[in-house]
């Protein structure tokens, strides 16, 4: 029993490389390449779930999607949505990070409420944020009322319910981005700060010259990090509006999810799956290029 | 006296940047413990009697118990086999810079969700698998596996090597110095991923909504299903709510300093 014990163990030590992964990999591989390739397969294929068999239609789905007014505004509200919570969060990140790079008692209490909102349940907060976005009733309507402004449909209405979900999930996660942005800021070397003091360089100037191009690579790994989710964002927007009013706010993702488990289109739900994915792909792509070039400098 | 007159102004500034968290999260809770007609009441009530019905009520008519059984059960299972599995591959990626892992890593992690749930949602029809913790576990498995690779590969790579290196010579075999020396090492690190794996899987939403049911619904989609009846149950869903995102809530505090550099390292390194 012991010599077995040793020789498995030797084995193990010599195939390290080999071994330790191994589990992963295989386990990965069942989990995740294999439902791809089936998901690979299914887009060249018309098929209703329940009905019949898969039938082969070649690049049938991909001519479809290309005439689809949905897959089109899909890919608008996508856009939108993205496009303005992305910098929204990246931007109100780094300048409160900036306003947080000091020593203060209590920034251990700022730290704390800050993993608040990353870590709570997206659908839990996002029901609420539903209450409270109420038009007639909702809290945040009251606030603004009291104050002498305006209130807003917010989700209840196509023109605004994009901001309205923007402003979510910048909620949910600026402070994500302001803790990883501060953690990079605290890293950055002193020399060129103290070069730039003695220069006569003032506050903003440091800002924009010095801690702008050093923190680069840091911003753009955040930026790539959140576009992971934030491009295949499905909780919130399902929770508050579900797509619409009408489908003002159903982004790609959530389309191809419609057409997949509401319509069973198993094959056109596929190929709309594969375009999200391409997109994703795309913009990590560009988004590497630039780290890269950003920390050369 | 303009030294103390700029930190009350720096500390005053703290105060409204911190403020949006905090709100959400106490109106929460105060929805919880209004009755239904004080919620929706208006102008909204800041002042009430606090009621703790809707807790009793979300355990004694919705079952939540079970639902958090549910969750704790998936969550728990999905942490610990993603453990087993991606503590000696990260170790292995880390220690024999094998890109290509990290390139199938990546690839899952971009992967858009629904494309998993699709195939995997007919392949657990085949098998009568749905609405089991089976089903469930496996599929969130897809998130927390390469979540916990990612994260440690980090946290291997800062460890400094001369200790395993004197373990070697101590005549420590290789598997030796990796449950004994090196584990204990990266155990911040462990603690890390273990509890993002955990948020992750009990924050999981969309793989539970397709592929739970009555027997193993896990409480986001509990939570959720108080708006599909019809009329949207508003202290109901503050109670749920504060229930379901507490414990995530506490996790994270634990480890809020280790979160940050698990999150990023493997971002800013190559």
Known sequence: ???????????????????????????????????????????????????????????????????????????KVMVYFSGLSLSLELVLGLLIAVYFNREFKGSEIVQAIYIFPFAATPVAVALIWRIMLNPEIGVINYLLRSVGLPGSLWVSSPLTVIPALVMVDVWKWTPMITLIVLAGLKSLPHDPYEAARIDGANTFQIFWYVTLPLIRPVMIAALMLRSLDNLKEFDMIYTITQGGPGISSETLYLYSYNVGFSFFKAGYGSALMVVVFLIVLAFNVVMNRMRLRAQEI | MTKTFRSILFYAGAVALSLPPVFVFVWMILTGLKTGVQNISYPPEFIFMPTLENFRAVFQQH????????????????????????????????????????????????????SYLLPWYIIFRHLKLIDTYTALTITHLIITLPMVIWVMVSFFEGMPEELEDAAMIDGCSRLQSFLMIVLPLVRNGIATSAILSFIFSWNQFLFSLILSGPKTKTVPVAVYNFISYGKIDWAGIGAAATLIVLPVSVFAFFVRRTIVQGLTMGALKD
């Open chain 1, 1 to 75: 029993m012991k010599n077995a014990f040793s020789a498995v163990s030797r084995f193990i030590d010599r195939r390290q490389a080999f071994v330790y992964p191994a589990p992963a990999v295989i386990a990965i591989f069942f989990i995740v390449v294999i439902p791809i390739a089936y998901n690979l397969y299914l887009t060249f294929t018309k098929w209703t779930i329940g009905l019949g068999q898969p039938r082969w239609i070649g690049l049938g789905n991909f001519v479809e999607l290309i005439s689809d007014e949905r897959v089109l505004n899909g890919v």
């Open chain 2, 63 to 114: 079952n939540f118990f079970r639902y958090l059984m549910n969750s704790l059960i998936v969550a728990g299972l999905a942490t610990g086999i993603s453990l087993v599995l991606g503590l000696p591959a990260a170790y292995s990626i880390a220690k024999y810079r094998q890109g290509k892992i990290g390139i199938l890593i990546l690839v899952a992690r971009m992967t858009p969700f629904v």
